[in-house]
């Protein structure tokens, strides 16, 4: 609990009119507002939005030296019926202090991370986009502040919450390399979202598109042989067309809060689903065999990433994604549920107006 009460400073000069909507770029435009929060001796000691502002830091910030720092990715769309709605954002909230636990960072109360996530977001509800396919992206990220050279935990973070519309995501099919030599993350880190994490990504991905695939399949990090992920999201492979599978949450995975929804929603639509060890000596028999019918990704930014080519030692295997209909399905499901074209049956919504 937090008994903090949420200061507003409104921006005096919005540069809503001057934004093009016709044509945005992901991750590169901010709405007027952030939140930021500052926890300091044990305690948070202030909760504000404030006009979007640079940050001033002293170079011996701790997080820059020592890399604790954690994030989410959450979603606000045009409802149809509810107007401007969050996806599944109390997921966001448990996964961010489960992160926060893993780091040694301080928790975020719900009235700072969840009741100033929804204020933000009616602050600046003009810069959720309106058309077609297009959303609010949510970047909450927690750091450790404290001036000091030194490994230790910081007595001093910093919680931000910015937003960024984005644009209608034509998702691109995609080619991935299966790196047998680096992993993304080891068990006990993967399943947090840490920055660190991501960093180590990207030298394996660039290695990935100097061979001429887009992204890396990723293993796990003791054996070098169980599938974990696909770039940065959840992979799932359809086997005969009834039958979806995915890796086990075994803590080197992230949870993927849109991996959760897509099973609830096969389970409901009655396919069979396989959570466990898939070894990739197994699962390229599979493909060869020509039992692996689809092979998708999941995650907050495109839903569903259709993968179309996949390269094991020098060889690559094949998909016709033209014939994806599983994938296609739960995607558009999926997606009409955000956009409330279908009954939202598990709650996934929460209205920034409640009736
Ligand atoms: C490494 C990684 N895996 C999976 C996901 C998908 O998670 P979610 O569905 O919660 O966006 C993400 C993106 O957030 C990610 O960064």
């Not at 966001?92 to 977001?121: C, H, V, W, Y």
């Not at 086997?239 to 609830?264: C, H, V, W, Y």
């Not at 907050?300 to 209909?325: E, N």
Request: proline residues 5%.
């Amino acid at each position: 609990m937090s008994n903090l009460k949420l200061e507003v400073e409104r921006t005096k000069n919005s540069r809503l009119q001057d934004f093009d909507f016709s044509n945005i770029p992901f991750g590169r435009n901010f709405s007027d507002h952030i939140l930021v929060a500052d926890y300091k001796n044990g305690e948070w000691i202030s909760n504000k939005i404030v006009p979007f502002q640079l940050l001033n830091l002293s170079p011996a910030t701790t997080s820059f030296h020592y890399a604790q720092s954690i994030f989410e990715g959450i979603k606000a769309h045009r409802n149809i019926h509810e107007g401007i709605v969050v996806f599944r954002p109390e997921e966001n909230f448990k996964r961010m202090n489960n992160s926060a636990t893993r780091l040694a960072m301080p928790q975020i109360p719900k009235e700072i991370f969840m009741d100033g996530m929804m204020e933000l977001i009616k602050l600046d509800e003009d810069w959720v986009p309106k058309a077609e396919g297009t959303s609010l992206y949510i970047r909450p990220v927690m750091f450790g502040t404290e001036p000091f050279i030194g490994v230790k935990v910081p007595t001093e973070f910093k919680f931000i919450i910015m937003t960024s519309p984005v644009g209608a995501y034509y998702s691109e099919d995609v080619s991935v390399y299966v790196d047998e030599e680096n992993a993304r993350a080891t068990k006990g880190m993967g399943c947090a979202k840490f920055a660190g994490n991501y960093a180590a990504s990207l030298a394996p991905v660039e290695a990935a598109r100097a061979k001429g695939y887009k992204d890396v399949l990723w293993l796990d990090s003791e054996h070098h042989q169980y599938v974990q992920e696909v770039g940065t999201m959840n992979i799932f492979f359809v086997k005969n067309g009834n039958t979806i599978i995915t890796p086990e949450l075994d803590g080197g995975l992230l949870p993927g809060i849109t991996r959760d929804s897509i099973l609830k929603l096969a389970t409901h639509r009655g396919y069979q689903i396989e959570e466990r060890l898939i070894d990739i000596n197994e699962l390229i028999d599979e493909i060869e065999k020509g039992e692996i019918t689809e092979v998708f990704g999941s995650g907050t930014a495109a839903v569903i990433t259709y993968i179309y080519r996949l390269g094991f030692r020098g060889r690559d295997y094949l998909f016709d994604t033209s014939k994806y209909t599983v994938s296609i399905g739960l995607r558009k499901e999926l997606v009409d549920i955000q956009k409330g074209k279908e009954e939202d049956i598990f709650n996934w919504v929460t209205p920034i107006h409640p009736h």
